[in-house]
T-cell receptor, first 114, second 113 residues
Framework: DGGITQSPKYLFRKEGQNVTLSCEQN?????MYWYRQDPGQGLRLIYY???????QKGDIAEGYSVSREKKESFPLTVTSAQKNPTAFYLC?????????????FGQGTRLTVV | GNSVTQMEGPVTLSEEAFLTINCTYT??????LFWYVQYPGEGLQLLLK?????DKGSNKGFEATYRKETTSFHLEKGSVQVSDSAVYFC????????????FGTGTLLAVQP
């Protein structure tokens, strides 16, 4: 089945550690996105990539980094510089950069700082 | 900048009641508009979309009409079920070079039997 797979589903991080969230898609989509979800704030865009080896900062990129070495994969690293990383992280992909196309979402990773 | 405003929840309804969740937007150009649904502990799923003014999106008994004159995209359903309990997000896709989605804050719907 085609889709987006995020792993792990739950992740615990100690303060000062970097952690990497995985996102893989087999939909052959060019564009991929990372969103952060906090209660009462909707989804906020962290980074997005429209093509392999290229990505742009979203609205809240500070403290995060990404790579796009393969079309199928768009991992997100939450660095120790991110002061409040506890949140639900959602990865999404879409066919391309047409505004009419829908985004497909993974099941999310819940990150908790302990 | 572009933005989406949704009515705050939670919205609590009895089964078979009529549902309206209000959504208004601010955007330059001609955005596409979407409603996504999120069930507990899961990612978002597209519920419906509309890509130009006066378009009506519909799916699973839900409807929304793209109203440019009032910059609105209100979600409606004539008779809700317990299984419709979820968080509903209104979103717009910016016109231009990217497909970035701008989301509202989400509205929690709780349907009681």
């Amino acid at each position: 089945d085609g889709g987006i797979t995020q792993s792990p589903k739950y992740l615990f991080r100690k303060e000062g550690q970097n952690v990497t969230l995985s996102c893989e898609q087999n939909l052959n989509h060019d564009a991929m996105y990372w969103y952060r979800q906090d209660p009462g704030q909707g989804l906020r865009l962290i980074y997005y990539s429209q093509i392999v080896n290229d990505f742009q900062k979203g609205d809240i990129a500070e403290g995060y980094s990404v790579s796009r070495e393969k079309k199928e994969s768009f991992p997100l690293t939450v660095t120790s510089a991110q002061k409040n990383p506890t949140a639900f992280y959602l990865c999404a992909s879409s066919i391309g950069n047409s505004r009419n196309t829908e985004a497909f979402f993974g099941q999310g990773t819940r990150l908790t700082v302990v | 900048g572009n933005s989406v405003t949704q009515m705050e929840g939670p919205v609590t309804l009895s089964e078979e009641a009529f549902l309206t969740i209000n959504c208004t937007y601010t955007a330059t150009g001609y955005p596409s508009l979407f409603w996504y649904v999120q069930y507990p502990g899961e990612g978002l799923q597209l519920l419906l979309k509309a890509t130009k003014a006066d378009d009506k999106g519909s799916n699973k008994g839900f409807e929304a009409t793209y109203r440019k004159e009032t910059t609105s995209f209100h979600l409606e359903k004539g008779s809700v079920q317990v299984s419709d309990s979820a968080v509903y997000f209104c979103a717009l896709s910016e016109s231009g070079a990217t497909n970035k989605l701008i989301f509202g804050t989400g509205t929690l719907l709780a349907v009681q039997p």
